[in-house]
């Protein structure tokens, strides 16, 4: 079995992915099969700690269309990633794994806040760390908050789990014409606009240093084979 490339990520998943075959909400079944994925993983002697987004749920932007102001949707956005984020910590655990949620905000009856110190300590202990709330602060995304604590927890690497195999000049499910990239400079990424992950994100992961790699968690195992040098993905990096 190849030795894995990195020894601590930041693996981001969208609230999207967690509805499953749904519109909304949360499909306990593949909820279970990410579990299994990231345990997977853990096994490989990666400290692993995952940001979950809130899509499935609320968006701020599409809140905020219907007239509730934009940081109170955002607000709603990133509660609803501590939802996710509760959802998969149980699902972690039940399977006999230790995990846990950390959210930006206090929320004591909840769960732990998240602090670098506490990060740090629950990854040293071997858990999986499963983070919620987003940055803490409206007008920012899922996939800003996972290079910001990658940055802040020193992580190598984020791994950006989308639905498809990594970067494309356009949609691939769209427009058969898709040019797909291997390989992105964090400069490209932002000049391209390529719309898998906000500027924001990757210009952080610039200032920082972190590598980016985009890639499909469709296939069960495709986390491990990432993180072994074998996955399809797309890297981003200086
Ligand atoms: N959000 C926010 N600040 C953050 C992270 C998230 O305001 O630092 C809000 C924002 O409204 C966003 C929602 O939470 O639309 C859900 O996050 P995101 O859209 O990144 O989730 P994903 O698309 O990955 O499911």
Same mark, same amino acid.
């Given at each position: 079995?190849a030795?894995?490339v990195?020894?601590r990520? %930041?693996?981001k998943l969208s609230?999207e992915?967690l509805?499953?075959?749904?519109?909304f909400?949360?499909?306990?079944?593949t909820?279970?099969?990410?579990?299994?994925?990231?345990?997977? %993983?853990?096994k490989?002697?990666?400290?692993?700690?995952?940001?979950?987004?809130?899509?499935?749920?609320?968006?701020g932007?599409?809140?905020?269309s219907?007239?509730v102001?934009?940081?109170?949707?955002?607000?709603?956005?990133?509660?609803?990633?501590v939802?996710?984020?509760?959802?998969l910590?149980?699902?972690?655990?039940?399977?006999?794994t230790?995990?846990?949620?950390?959210s930006a905000?206090?929320?004591?009856?909840?769960c732990k806040l998240f602090?670098?110190?506490a990060?740090?300590?629950?990854?040293?202990?071997g858990?999986?760390v499963?983070?919620?709330?987003?940055?803490g602060?409206p007008?920012?995304?899922?996939d800003?908050?996972a290079?910001?604590?990658?940055?802040?927890?020193?992580a190598?690497?984020?791994?950006k789990?989308?639905?498809?195999?990594?970067?494309?000049?356009?949609?691939?499910?769209?427009?058969?014409?898709?040019?797909?990239?291997d390989?992105l400079t964090?400069s490209?990424a932002?000049?391209g606009?390529y719309?898998?992950?906000?500027?924001t994100?990757f210009?952080?992961?610039?200032?920082?240093?972190?590598?980016i790699i985009v890639?499909?968690?469709?296939?069960?195992?495709?986390?491990?084979?990432?993180?072994?040098g074998?996955?399809?993905?797309t890297?981003v990096?200086?």
């Amino acid at each position: 079995m190849a030795e894995p490339v990195y020894r601590r990520v %930041v693996i981001k998943l969208s609230g999207e992915y967690l509805a499953g075959p749904h519109s909304f909400g949360i499909d306990q079944p593949t909820v279970d099969r990410i579990a299994d994925d990231l345990i997977a %993983v853990q096994k490989l002697g990666v400290e692993v700690a995952v940001v979950v987004g809130g899509g499935n749920m609320v968006r701020g932007v599409d809140v905020s269309s219907q007239g509730v102001s934009r940081s109170t949707g955002d607000t709603m956005g990133m509660l609803a990633t501590v939802m996710n984020c509760l959802a998969l910590e149980a699902a972690i655990q039940r399977k006999g794994t230790p995990a846990q949620a950390l959210s930006a905000f206090v929320m004591p009856e909840v769960c732990k806040l998240f602090t670098r110190a506490a990060a740090h300590k629950s990854l040293a202990k071997g858990r999986i760390v499963v983070l919620g709330g987003g940055t803490g602060n409206p007008y920012f995304t899922t996939d800003t908050t996972a290079v910001l604590r990658a940055a802040e927890i020193g992580a190598q690497a984020v791994l950006k789990a989308t639905n498809v195999d990594g970067v494309y000049s356009a949609d691939p499910k769209k427009d058969p014409a898709a040019k797909r990239f291997d390989r992105l400079t964090h400069s490209q990424a932002i000049e391209g606009g390529y719309k898998v992950m906000d500027a924001t994100a990757f210009a952080l992961a610039r200032e920082t240093s972190l590598p980016i790699i985009v890639f499909s968690i469709a296939e069960p195992g495709s986390i491990g084979a990432i993180l072994q040098g074998e996955g399809r993905g797309t890297i981003v990096a200086g």
